[in-house]
């Protein structure tokens, strides 16, 4: 498919002891007691998690939850997705304080082939939507392979989804982008007319063009 040519798959790395960031969207809603409201977006992160589990990797797994605007903010931490992933995957997810610095590192050390640890929300660091050069290396020293699997985010020019990938090269996407890429080529390059598409979100400005290129024949 001309879309993805370049990219290599998951299935395509080399993941056996190696410490593999999976840059996942766990951006779910929550209520006020920060129970999670709908866990669509951390299921369908599961295949490629599984198989980087199965392949013997030891899982890093980096997400953005709300917006805290560069601060510690209690009530977006990903605590309960890694609450919730547990009880999805029945693994243990060992969780840091923090996605940089002595804390990942010393948890991401202490991984064994086939663990799972999920990083503290990058948003915390206000470095992360600004694509900080510093921040990206910080993260980079935490992993050997680089997977994108954050469909929701990969349009976002942030350190996580833009300037990681950059400096890994060993690098490629999950199952759940390889699929939406694959659906949306089809909508794209050979839908079957008419076709009714149904745009959500809150921020119209970021579906103008999708709609405008829906538009031309």
């Known amino acids: 498919m001309a879309y993805l040519d370049g990219i290599k798959s998951i299935e395509e790395l080399e993941l056996a002891n190696q410490r593999v960031f999976i840059r996942v969207d766990f951006n779910v809603?929550?209520?006020?007691?920060?129970?999670i409201t709908d866990d669509e977006r951390i299921r369908a992160a599961i295949p490629t998690i599984q198989y980087a589990i199965e392949a013997g990797a030891k899982v890093i797994l980096a997400s953005h939850l709300g917006r805290p605007k560069g601060k510690v903010a209690p009530e977006y931490s990903l605590e309960p997705c890694g609450a919730r992933l547990t009880e999805l995957m029945k693994v243990e997810v060992h969780m840091p304080d923090d996605c940089i610095g002595d804390a990942?590192?010393?948890?991401?050390?202490?991984?064994?082939?086939?663990?799972v640890c999920?990083?503290?929300n990058l948003r915390f660091h206000a470095e992360e939507e600004e694509n900080e050069e510093g921040f990206i290396k910080e993260l980079g020293e935490l992993c050997d392979v680089y997977v994108s699997d954050a469909f929701g985010g990969v349009h976002r020019a942030h350190a996580s989804t833009a300037g990681l990938p950059r400096i890994k090269s060993e690098r490629g996407m999950g199952f759940l982008v390889k699929r939406e890429i694959a659906s949306l080529a089809r909508v794209v390059d050979s839908p079957a007319r008419?076709?009714?598409?149904?745009?959500?979100?809150a921020k119209v400005a970021d579906k103008i063009e999708v709609i405008e290129s829906l538009m031309q024949d």
């Open 29 to 35: 809603p929550l209520d006020k007691e920060q129970q």
């Open 104 to 115: 990942p590192r010393k948890v991401i050390q202490d991984l064994r082939a086939g663990e």
């Open 118 to 120: 999920l990083l503290e």
């Open 194 to 201: 008419p076709f009714v598409a149904v745009l959500g979100g």
